[in-house]
């Protein structure tokens, strides 16, 4: 067979940020929110943001990275995964571990070094879990807390954990073709067992107390929380950030023709030659490893974690949030997580104001979930594109 | 002539209906193959087991000159191997341009880390303009699959199936929705395929297996009742039976 | 609120009509007979002697009141008081120096007084043997054979070596074969504990052999008792259960400290100990010659200790070879209390055969909890299996339906105050409920979604939010009983090991007739017809004239209404809130999912595995729920590896997707 070949047509060779405007936005929007909001911070600015709102703020930042990891699992390769926010939890309770321990070992050091003669490692190590431990009644520091003294271990464990239980759930299901509405429950079982296991008192996580007191951060005991509040703030942005840039590049190109092929028709990928298990494989576990820094970046903000984070609800939310955003695209995905979580704090949070319709009081804190679930119901019927789907809109009037 | 793809003795069964019965074929490189057959006769299960979507449960499909059973492989290593399909409906990735379902389809390495690197080389972008010139979409290389005609949508697929290079091309009823004048063309281009790989074509249309001038294997009850030339199998008294019935 | 309501009008109506009916019944019965007899007796009752108290029992067992035998054993426990102003006998509950009087008869509280006020009556063992006695010999040759039942079960809870006599003469006039057996039962019981031959003894805990009633076992428990021991060599007159090696048996730790305790080896001083020794001996920045900042590790504080040591200022180490020393000096054991080796030789052998008599029991019993569990989760799911097999509808509201169903029977309960009639309207209108919600629901949202599964899941989800935050507004955070009649109230003994509550039993029966109901429905009428051609072919079946827009709204309909029956019987045996239902999604997926979709015998299937394997992983670890469900969960994880398509798959294409 011949081919001809006709130089004039072939296109010539296009670069990322041209074929993918929105990255450029998307960074520049970023970078002014975090500017501003640094600004008017409690800590290094004018004060008109509270620390708490900064946190709040920075924690929604992280929601949105978990948001477009989830976009790109499931609005891009369909998997509808009910186990993001499992792996979140899992990159808190690695960092939260080592926040915990490392607080408590200062403040033990300090009370034993009072006495006559200096504390040997054992009794530090024991006063620190019979310290963190008391509230579950046991003074022994598990097995899994080997490493909680190390910062970069502990750091090495928040990509760890979930990558690994990631891939090897991951390996599991979609080697046995697990697909669709299956996998999804799937995903949601192994969801469920890891809360079960997180709430027993005796598996070395505290059970349902969880960890606490995260938003101390060892080694600066002494910055005041407002400071500590917008670092996190600029690390949250600065990981949104590069977690934008880098699904951006996975899902453009070619590997995010194939991925939205699989979605489409994954029968009909395998009949190309691509190993559509190993690309699913590839997703599931790059977005359980994104999400888990979304959580370790989460939970020093939130101060405390524990098990009813990671229950199954959790990760169904995540799912409402990029649906409302609208699915298969990133900013969509940001949206989405911002717009509800931040509704959704401001209205249960009390700082909305109840209406009063006469024979009825609408309290938000009430109403919310219920204006939330019919919400989520009308988009998925009528706006299956969310609210990303104006942007195509508006774009297309553009000429 | 050598021999491609050997099927030997394969029989599937479904709840008790057996849809392939010890079914033995073989097909050499290159060579242009119509396989036909009433309804329920094999012939979509045939390319099935090919192409590793279906497992039979007995028998062996011997494939190269190593002899590799491509029973026990996946679909997607089937693939790499050299064995492109088309099927009956055209599927071709509808969201998507169609440069971008001609550029999956290229032979390029296919695993997730070089795909995630790939980036079209000069020959890649050449590859794709040829090809869609060859099945005449140069002017809708940035358009959706999905805003495509039927028609168009089949030349995609065999723009795609052409684009993978692979050694057998399973073709399952090309002609289906066609003017005569695309009738016409897709002939030129499976018999030009086939100068230099196998090509197997399932087809109902007596017409166009004329037009491919071809040996040809009849199957029915999920084996082969008879192969020959279109004029020695049309003259076989129980083919005769099989289409107009007993 | 209006439940409590009516039943308070009927307490006040029916306390008039009392006060009207009183009078008249008074000449016929005494509000307090059993007073009324003690008081003929005053004197003989408040001042027992051996001599009087047959006399006293002779009145009181003619009387025959309702409560004899209780005033009785009380009498004998010496918690019976006299109120000296006006002779009264009242029982009493004691709060620190004050008594709570209460009445006889009755039962209720009558005055709260101090100790002064009344007498407590004190009858001496004599007089409290006489009284065991002759009550058990009373009881069990009552002409009622309830009666003498039960004073057998009595006499079996409290077995007491004076009361063999009795029996024994009891058990030569017993016609009831049942008793009689029951007798020999007790006298073998009492006889293995408490008679004086050994022989004898031997040969009644072979009749015990294989009786799984708590009194049996607890007699050869109770003989086969030990206590722990040790000596320098192995003492002669002890019956020995069994030598403990130290370090195997015994570890040598727990060893040395028995020796500690019995001050015949010097205590080891603990880590804790010799760092308070070192703190307490700091002299010049220096313990026993080691500078204070090198004592941060172990081995540098026995260094320091030991100098301290040779000073002559704190007890001396206690190494290891110390330890083994002394322990090795001793010998270690466990000795039966009872002596007579040849009784507990046999205890042990009873004990051992009777023992694997109650492992099947107890399989038995966990296979019946198994059961009960299954029929729950066969019910959760059903529904789920119809709409998710029929329609390919993933149902994530399907738990809420459950919880409708559960606060249907509630409401329904507070209108009708009669149980059993408010069952029987519940049921019914939790099907008619939620057929409604599901059909309205299929309506509204899913047929627009049939293309798109995986949006269904959300869609429902989205319902499933609203239902329970709507159901917390409506009914608040607090759990809501769903209260069973009285017939189902109790619980179906076996025997002492095996016990089933009637609820259970009730579930499991509405399982099967669900389960029955169901078949019928898909085999064997029109309805079933339509439904499984739509299942199997939904093109083909619109073709053939069968609305499948009609079929997919029955079918969700019934799959819902059967959640909201399912969830009346649930409310009977768990408590409804507004989030129960997300209790029993993942599980009723896990069911139908493991089951294998588009089958009832599937979701049967699927009901049992997973009933069983919860129930069996809770025995291996009783004490933690939490884990059996972890375990369970991912047990189901590993099993999809192997089935992806459940127990019972559909094969060929029509299981293709």
Known sequence: MTIMTSPETITPRRSFLRDNPSVLWFMGLLGLFTLIVTLLSEGMGMGVISTNLVKILGMTLCLCLIAIAMDVVWGYCGILSLGHFAFFGLGGYAIGMWLMYARTEIVIRDSLGRGAIPPTEREVSEGVASQIFGVVGSSELPLIWSFAGSLPAQLALVVLVPGVLALVFGWLAFRSRVTGVYLSILTQAMTLALSLYLFQNDTGLRGNNGLSGLQNIPGALEVPQAVISVWFFWASALALGLGYLLFAWVVSGKF?????????????????????????????TLTAVVAGIAGALYYPQAGIINPAEIAPIASIYLAVWVAIGGRGRLYGAVIGAAFVSLLSSWLTGGGAPNV???????????????????????????????????????????? | MTTLLEVSGVSVTFDGF??????????????????????????????DIVTGKTRPDEGKVLWGEKSIDLVRMSESQIAKAGIGRKFQKPTVFEDQSVRANLSMALKNKRGPFSVLAWKATEAD?????????????????????????????????????????????????????????????????????????????IEHDMEFIRRLDCRVTVLHEGSVLAEGSLNHVTKNQQVIDVYLGR | MKACLMLRRLCAFALIWQL????????????????????????????????????????????????????????????????????????????????????????????????????????????????????????????????????????????????????????????????????????ALLVARYDQDSTTRVEAIGALRGDVSTPARSVLNQLLATRADFAETLPEDVNIARIKTPGEDISLSAAYAVLVGADLAPAAPGRNAIRDALRANVVDGQVGGVPVHQLDNDADRIAAYQALEDAGIVPPLVTEADVADAVSQYVFFDAYLEPDAAVTTAAEAARSST???????????????????????FLAAIGLAITFGVMR???????????????????????????????????????????????????????????????????????????????????????RPVTAPDWLAGAIQINDLVSVAAVRVGIFVMAALFLLLLLYILNRTRLGLEVRAVTQNPGMAASMGINPDRINMLTFGLGSGIAGVAGVAIGLVAQVTSEMGANYIVQSFMTVVVGGVGSVFGTLAGAALIGSLQKGIEWFNPANTLAAQTFMVLFIILFIQFRPKGIVALKGRAAGD
Do not use: C
Request: glycine share 6%.
């Open chain 1, 356 to 399: 009063d319709l006469g024979l009825f009081r609408i309290v938000w804190t009430d109403w919310w979930l219920v204006l939330l679930g019919l919400g989520f119901v009308a988009v998925t019927l009528f706006f299956p594109k969310g609210i990303g789907g104006l942007f195509d809109y508006l774009v297309r009037k553009q000429p």
């Open chain 3, 355 to 377: 023992s694997l008599r109650v492992s099947g029991y107890q399989f038995l019993s966990l296979s019946l909890d198994a059961l009960s569990l299954a029929s729950i989760f």
């Open chain 2, 18 to 47: 057996r849809a392939i019965n010890n079914l033995s074929i073989a097909i050499g490189e290159p060579e242009l193959r119509a396989v036909i057959g009433p309804n329920g006769a094999g012939k979509t299960t045939f390319m």
């Open chain 1, 256 to 284: 995010g023709s194939v991925i939205r092929a699989i979605r489409d028709n994954e029968a009909r990928v395998r009949f190309l030659g691509y190993n559509v298990e190993g690309y699913k494989l590839f997703v599931f």
């Open chain 3, 20 to 187: 009207i009916l009183s009078p008249v019944m008074a000449q016929d019965e005494s509000d307090t007979p059993l007073q009324d007899v003690l008081q003929t007796v005053q004197s003989e009752v408040a001042n027992p002697s051996r001599g009087t108290v047959p006399a006293v029992l002779q009145a009181l067992m003619a009387a025959d009141a309702p409560g004899t035998v209780d005033f009785l054993r009380t009498w004998s426990d010496r918690e019976v008081y006299e109120r000296p102003a006006d002779g009264l006998f009242f029982y009493a509950t004691a709060e620190g120096s004050s008594l709570t009087l209460i009445d006889i008869d009755t039962g209720a509280e009558v005055a709260t007084v101090t100790s002064r006020d009344v007498s407590q009556i004190r009858p001496n063992a004599g007089v409290r043997r006489e009284i065991g006695a002759s009550l058990v010999a009373f009881e069990l040759t009552h002409p009622d054979a309830d009666r003498r039942m039960a004073a057998l079960a009595s006499a079996a809870r409290s077995p007491d070596p004076d009361q063999l006599p009795a029996i024994r003469a009891a058990r030569a006039e017993e016609e009831d074969s049942a008793i009689a057996a029951r007798m020999d039962r007790l006298i």
């Open chain 3, 393 to 479: 509808v993933i149902n994530m509201a399907h738990g809420e339906f459950i919880m409708m169903g559960a606060y249907t029977g509630y409401v329904v309960q507070t209108i009708i105050p009669n149980y059993t009639a408010s069952l029987a309207v519940a049921l019914p209108l939790a099907f008619a409920v939620t057929f409604l919600a599901g059909v309205v629901m299929e309506r509204l949202v899913i047929r627009h979604l049939y293309t798109r599964p995986l949006e269904t899941l959300l869609a429902t989800f989205g319902i499933s939010i609203a239902l329970q935050q709507l159901a917390k507004n409506i009914f608040g955070t607090q759990a």
């Open chain 2, 125 to 201: 972008n050449a590859r794709i303009v040829a090809l869609a010139d060859e099945v005449g979409l140069t002017e809708r290389l940035e358009h959706r699959a999905g805003d495509l005609s039927h028609g168009q949508k089949q030349w995609l697929e065999i723009g795609m199936l052409l684009a993978q290079d692979p050694r057998l091309l399973l073709v399952d009823e090309p002609a289906a929705g066609m003017t005569p004048a695309e009738r016409e063309h897709t002939t030129d281009l499976l018999k030009r395929a086939a100068k230099t790989r196998a090509v197997v074509v």
